[in-house]
């Protein structure tokens, strides 16, 4: 995917209508490059969470899809609250951790 809609990226975030400006093709290509950026910072694996809403489990797979096309490893700490991610990226020493909440 060339174009991702610019509107999605925010100051600390990235958000976006799901089905519309966020479907998993866009999760996806946000996920390879997150991993070829960390890939590029030596890093090994990315921790990732979902919240409960019920796009989670598909948009969560698509970012593992696109993190694991760059040659990074993932460890899915599944329905979690965020603060467990950045738990999980600390304890883990993944370095990254994703909270997807879409």
């Known amino acids: 995917m060339k174009n991702l809609p610019q509107e999605i990226f925010k100051a600390y975030d990235i958000r976006g209508v799901v089905g519309k400006t966020f ?36 948009l969560s797979a698509a970012l593992a899809r696109g993190i694991q096309k760059s040659g990074i490893d993932v460890i899915d700490v599944g329905l979690v609250a965020t603060p467990m991610v950045y738990f999980a990226a600390h304890e883990l020493k993944t370095h990254s951790g994703v909270m997807v909440t879409g």
Do not use: F, M, W, Y
């Not at 998993?24 to 960390?38: D, M, R």
């Open 23 to 58: 479907t998993p093709e866009i999760v996806e290509a946000i996920g390879h490059a997150l991993g070829s950026e960390a890939k590029a910072r030596n890093q090994k694996t990315i921790a990732i969470g979902r919240d409960g809403r019920l796009s989670g489990p598909d």
